[in-house]
């Protein structure tokens, strides 16, 4: 089935939507998740197709954790995050939106018609409740949830693709890949564009979920290096990789081990080979006789 949506004279949202879903329809592509204004522009620099948010890496930088539980991270904040970076760029931005904020259809329908106003592209619903005793909502429930997504979107309008999660792996369910099989079914049947099971690394299993949620496509977050190229994944049949709250915590490292061994050592041995200021002053200089006068030794500030 294809993902393209007929359109006439397209607006630039609708541009960015239909690009977004052009992605999806053959090979495979890399959706980094920038964590600000900041990284994502300089994702789109860099010449990335498409972007999606992360609740981790924006949780951290508000000093909050990333604890799955809406509640830390409230709508609102959330929405306002989404937002900055799709008016940040110019590129299809798809909106990690954690549980959908509501634990009836209902409310998640309200909370997905709020996100998509802020000019997403796609946006993910994901299955886990935050609560430790009963970690994933039971599948009935879970299908009405995303039934009431596709059922927001589809009233908008937007032509917004809808990412569907089972979070099996993410909440040690003991059989996480036959669960996650049968949930992404079910979530395709109700309406789920993109099907998501955050956690398998293994390239056999990777490909055991492209062919159960075929012909839809599948999302995979890659974390860490598993031992896989982009080309071997694409191989594997995944139309699309993301990795979540991985730059940001690369961004994180760099900064924890320089402030460390200023604290403990006194030693500036961890501000070595930076990136040049002027580098990165120049990318977000939109004054091009200013770009061109800058020079980092003379115009570096604190």
């Not at 904020?101 to 946006?123: I, K, M, N, Q």
């Not at 429930?141 to 009233?155: C, S």
């Given at each position: 089935m294809s993902l393209s949506t007929p359109s006439s004279t397209p607006t630039p949202l609708a541009a960015r939507r239909e690009a977004f879903r052009a992605l999806h329809e053959r090979g495979c592509f890399v959706i980094p998740n920038p964590w600000d204004v900041g990284s994502a522009r300089y994702l789109q620099h860099l010449g990335f197709p498409a972007l999606a948010t992360t609740s981790a890496g924006f949780a951290f930088s508000q000093g909050l954790p990333d604890s799955g539980d809406d509640v830390v991270l409230s709508r609102d904040r959330n929405l306002a995050y989404i937002a900055d970076i799709t008016a940040a760029v110019d590129l299809p931005v798809s909106a990690d939106f954690m549980s959908g904020?509501?634990?009836?259809?209902?409310?998640?329908?309200?909370?997905?018609?709020?996100?998509?106003?802020?000019?997403?592209?796609?946006?993910?619903i994901e299955d886990s409740t935050g609560d430790h005793m009963s970690p994933l909502?039971?599948?009935?429930?879970?299908?009405?949830?995303?039934?009431?997504?596709?059922?927001?979107?589809?009233?908008?309008?937007?032509?917004?693709l809808l990412t569907a999660r089972a979070e099996c792996y993410h909440v040690g369910h003991p059989d996480p890949f036959r669960e996650s099989v049968r949930r992404l079914q079910a979530y395709a049947a109700a309406g789920a564009d993109v099907l998501f099971a955050p956690g398998p690394t293994n390239a056999a299993e990777i490909k055991a979920l492209v062919e159960a949620v075929a012909p839809k496509p599948l999302n995979l977050l890659v974390l860490r290096d598993i031992g896989l190229s982009v080309a071997e994944i694409a191989a594997l049949g995944v139309r699309r990789i993301s990795v979540g709250g991985a730059l940001a915590l690369a961004a994180w490292t760099g900064f924890i081990r320089a402030a460390q061994m200023l604290r403990s050592e006194g030693s500036f041995a961890g501000l070595a080979n930076l990136v040049p200021y002027a580098e990165i002053n120049?990318?977000?200089?939109?004054?091009?006789?200013?770009?061109?006068?800058?020079?980092?030794?003379?115009?570096?500030r604190s």
């Open positions: 904020y509501g634990l009836e259809p209902e409310d998640v329908a309200e909370s997905v018609r709020r996100c998509v106003a802020t000019g997403v592209a796609g946006l993910s909502y039971d599948l009935p429930q879970a299908v009405d949830r995303v039934r009431a997504a596709r059922e927001a979107i589809d009233r908008s309008g937007g032509a917004v120049g990318l977000f200089d939109t004054n091009p006789s200013t770009r061109s006068r800058i020079s980092a030794p003379s115009r570096e």
